[in-house]
């Protein structure tokens, strides 16, 4: 390591009690009588063991560190590692350098004001620095003077990393005096030891082995030590954590460097944007840092994103000690978010807000965010959850205003981001009273939903579903299909509008049971994209105005039900022609009146063109219908799109023409009647 780089800047059991609760006891003596002392051969005061020094943690490590597996084993590293970032965080040190050595050493070494060494006033024959490492309940962070954040609270963590090592050594270089001492198994082997004098250093180094008899075979990973220290340098903007490994201790292709400087001035919105790793989020990333209210001292420092799709997640840390069964400050997180919510739907005039839980809104959540206060309380010697009860309303008060500016600064963003957590809402409720009918597999089954015609290839990517208005349109289809890689499936007329129905009424509605059956992704919770058997689903309706308004109902389905085809680009209109015009043997199809007028100039001489209006997909040839709409290399499909950046337009959208008040259809209609061209259709 570079000197330069670090110059200054079990209680006994009680006896059983009878039922009535009060211990048993013998005859009372008579009065005046000298008590008698009851002898037991086999129980007697030579069995009263006192374990003394560090003896309880070797005796039962899992009290201290949660076990002897390899999480408790990284757990030593933790608490090391953690005692150099208090250092940093209090302002005192800039660099830490972590090394992982042969033989599973590991070696933490901070540029801090070092451990001190001078006689402890209540153990004058003993060192402040003896003290701490041989002493449980020993430190400088009970009295909040030399840390005013810091995450080893309990004084446990030296002295337990000390217990549970066959050896450790200990450098301090304080006031350019270098200082030395060696413990084995918790006890010291040496004295502390005056080194000399030493130019350009200052801080603390710790070496340790974890103890073989306590831990048996189990080593270090290189892997999960390169990623603490990468949590820790994200958590605290300020410190740079210099990352070196025994190259030899690296497995053959291992992303873990054997040399690194981590150092991230974004903070945590760098960590969030590595880990989600440019996936698409429904609004811009939001982070920032505040400072506790209040004569509080501390601070908070955040950084969320509300994704489309993949795994949601909350990694919470308290003065950088990472909190992964949540606590008292993710309930206020949670509490900040959930309220802003609210408070904007009730600012919008969107009623519907008021159904959107914290489920709904850390549901599709990617998040990071770590708080500093003093004197935190954790469950545990582990500290995995935090129980400060004042945390939840320091949070929640930190982040209120904050988020609150965040949605106003650009209300078409914010309304997107509550279009989305109402959508999630919804589904939420729709999951709960929906049952949902189980796909089923050919062997299981005697027939195919509803009068689905299925194709042969059992590749999804390529093969697609019609769905059809009708046995005539069906019959059409059926003909018209290619049978490896198209299916059809006709329906009987216009389906069900989900935007208006009750969740009873959609639950017994046969016609979209069996469309569901037949893709076979299932619906709700128990929707898996991977069972789509069919790379397509490909509306196909006449071309009119009642086609039209069935392949709205159909959209309006797939939109509200099945959001992730959508979203994934699965679903398609198909454009039947509404014209043939023919000349003799020539015959070119028009998708509608101004397509007609346009390609009747394609026709040469003065016969006649004679133009021929198809009613519906059923009084089209067969040789017709796939030669326009259903050969891939002649047709055009539209993509159904729901852009994210318009969700909240779209749904409301929605809502007004299909939804359950008629009132905003007859406005939309109103609104745009002047527009209307009468086709004569």
Known sequence: MNDDLFSSPSSP???????????????????????????????SAKDIEVLEGLEPVR???????????ETALHHLAAEILDNAMDEAVAGHASVIEVAFEADNILAVRDNGRGIPVDPHPKFRDLSALEVILTTLHSGGKFGGKAYDTSGGLHGVGSSVV??????????????????????????????????????NRRGTLIRFKPDHEIFGD?????????KLCRSKAYLYRGVKIRWSCDP???????????????????GLRDSLEADINGAARVVPLWAGEADLPGERTGRLEWAAVWLEAGEPFLHSYCNTVPTPQGGTHETGFRNALLKGFRTWGEHRGNRRAAQVTAEDVLGAMAAKFSLFIREPQFQGQTKEKLTSPEATKLVEQALNDRFEHFLAGDPTQADNLLAFLIER????????????TA?????????????????????AARTELFLVEGDSAGGSAKQARDRATQAVLPLRGKILNVASASTEKLRQNQELKDLVEALGCGLGEKFDRARLRYGRVIIMTDADVDGAHIASLLMTFFYRELPELVRQGHVYLAQPPLYRLTQGAKSIYAMDDTDRERKMKQFKGSAKVEVSRFKGLGEMPPAALKETTMDPSKRTLLKVVAAPEERARTNDLVESLMGRRPELRFQFIQERARTVIDLDI
Not at 32 to 37: D, E, K, L, S
Request: hydrophobic letters at 30%; charged letters at 30%; proline letters at 12%.
């Open 13 to 43: 059991r009680p006896a059983p009690r009878p039922a009535g609760g009060k211990p048993a006891r013998g005859p009372e003596p008579p009065v005046g009588a000298t008590p008698t002392v009851p002898t037991d051969a086999s129980y």
């Open 59 to 69: 005796r039962r490590p899992g009290m201290y560190i949660g076990g002897t597996d």
């Open 439 to 459: 796909r089923k597999s050919p062997t299981r089954r005697l027939r195919l939903p509803g009068k689905l015609t299925d194709c042969t290839s059992e590749d």
């Open 162 to 199: 000390n217990a549970l090592s066959e050896s450790l050594e200990v450098e301090v270089a304080r006031d350019r005096v270098l200082w030395k001492q060696s413990f084995a198994r918790g006890k010291p082997v040496t004295k502390l030891l005056n080194a000399g004098p030493v130019q």
């Open 248 to 266: 030899a201790l690296l497995a053959a292709g291992s992303d873990t460097p054997a040399l690194a400087e981590l150092h991230f001035p974004g």
């Open 218 to 226: 189990l080593q270090f990973s290189p892997a999960r030590l390169y």
């Open 425 to 436: 809402a919804e589904d939420r409720l729709r999951r709960r009273e929906l049952k949902d």
